[in-house]
């Protein structure tokens, strides 16, 4: 099939001397993959090629796979990397979602930077993918199913059989005499996918005959218009991005649809799991508008958001599980080391600061109590006439509510020298114009105080 030949060459526009590595499973669409590139190896058209096998461990034939694949691999004197991995199962999962995630970790790791990795996915596959997120209800996005390239670990993710049916490639592959693998699970019309294969597909192909290129091509209208809509979505959130959050206030001023559309990108661009449409439309309907000192927040697995005066704030599930948890107080005996704080809290240290700061004096009294706030706490501010609440402070300097029990005070002998690297004791400075010593929170958690614009001094 000349056709294959000339879609294969077409990876070389990546530069011939990449590494390409293939995802080799046994079954047919990788079996003609591989001796398809292992032809053009063969031509000088390909450079370095090798492929990598993960075994699930989830069928009892998966030894006899990773057998085959060895085999193809001895067969055209090519590396095999294979990779045995464990896919946890959790109550409520999903086994091919969980599989998939964890064979593309396993195909990631120790892909070199630059490098491509081919899978074989077809146009059938392609087609099931469509439908699947048809039925799901998805958008541009996900309609757009699976590209043919993107960036992955490092280098580049590459499908160059999506204009290929599973008909053509199993006829190229007789046609070569080659022998693969067949999973029989493929056969049971359980998980939705087989379903749409077995059930829904063939009826499909008898009333449209090019229904995979058809699908496919729609896949494609879907991606341009998803990255049209990332445009403008780029174009909103610079107008509405503040610091580490979005200011509310503009946000309101966008249609709904382009307030949907820039929380959809700003959320994918953090690395967060996005909402269900009815939960985005409650952040659209009540978030936004929330009045300013009122405590709203949106919450779905794995992510939350939440407005604090007239921003939006995204939290992680990382960040949810700091929260989660109060600090415990805890004892500093080395000044001169930092302290962790525990799990996404960062740690404490002190630094040498020409200057002023604290005392050398107060951190002789060592070891130095570590405390959180349990409300009610009072300061006295330098100059000031009179007590204040700890809460007023971070209201100043905007530390959102979620945060502020989180935010560590160091003691020396029950007096307070400094609150995380805010604010330090007045009483406990060094002379002026002496060094003294300023506490550091590294790694501390966003929203936490260290991203705020403003520091003061505190007289106990």
Known sequence: ?????????????????????????GGVDSVVLLHGLAALRADGLVGKLDAVHVDHGLHPDSATWAAACAAHCAELGMPLKSVTVTVPLRPGDSPEAAARAVRYAALGEGLAQGACLL?????????????????????????????????????????????????????????????????????????????????????LRQRWPAAAASLGRSAGHCAEAQRLLEELGAIDLAAV???????????AQLSEARQRNLLRLWLRR??????????????????????????????????????????????????????????????????????ALGPGMGSLSWVSDPAGGIDDSWLEQAPLDIRFRRRGE???????????????????????????????????????????????????????GQAGWRLRWEQAPLGAGRDCDRTGVLVI
């Open 241 to 251: 991005a503040a610091d580490d959050g979005l200011r509310a206030g503009s946000l």
């Open 119 to 203: 899978t074989a996915h077809h146009g059938d596959d392609q087609m099931e993918t469509v439908l699947l997120q048809l039925l799901r209800g998805a958008g541009p996005a996900g309609l757009a199913a699976m590209p043919g390239c993107r960036a992955f670990a490092g280098g580049w993710l590459i499908r160059p059989l999506l204009d290929f049916t599973r008909a053509e490639l199993e006829a190229w592959a007789r046609s070569r005499g080659l022998v693969w693998q067949e999973d029989p699970s493929n056969e049971d019309c359980l998980p939705g996918r087989n379903y749409l294969r077995l059930k829904v597909l063939p009826t």
């Open 1 to 25: 099939m000349h056709r294959l030949h000339e879609a294969l060459q077409r990876i070389s526009v990546f530069s011939p001397a990449s590494p390409l590595r293939v995802a080799l499973s």
């Open 270 to 339: 953090r690395g967060l799991p996005l909402p269900g449409a009815r939960r985005l439309q409650t952040v659209v309907e009540a978030l936004i508008p929330a009045r300013r000192d009122a405590r709203a927040e949106v919450n779905w697995s794995g992510a939350s958001l939440r407005k604090y005066r007239d921003r939006v704030f995204a939290l992680n599930a990382s960040q949810l599980e700091t929260l989660a948890h109060r600090p415990q107080p805890s004892v500093w005996r080395s000044v001169g080391t930092s302290l």
């Open 378 to 432: 009072q300061v006295e501010p330098a100059g000031g006439t009179h007590h204040r609440r700890l809460k007023t402070l971070f209201q100043e300097i905007g530390v959102p509510p979620w945060w502020r029990g989180h935010v560590p005070m160091v003691f020396a002998q029950n007096r307070l020298l400094a609150i995380a690297d805010r604010w330090l004791s007045g009483d406990a400075l060094a002379a002026p």
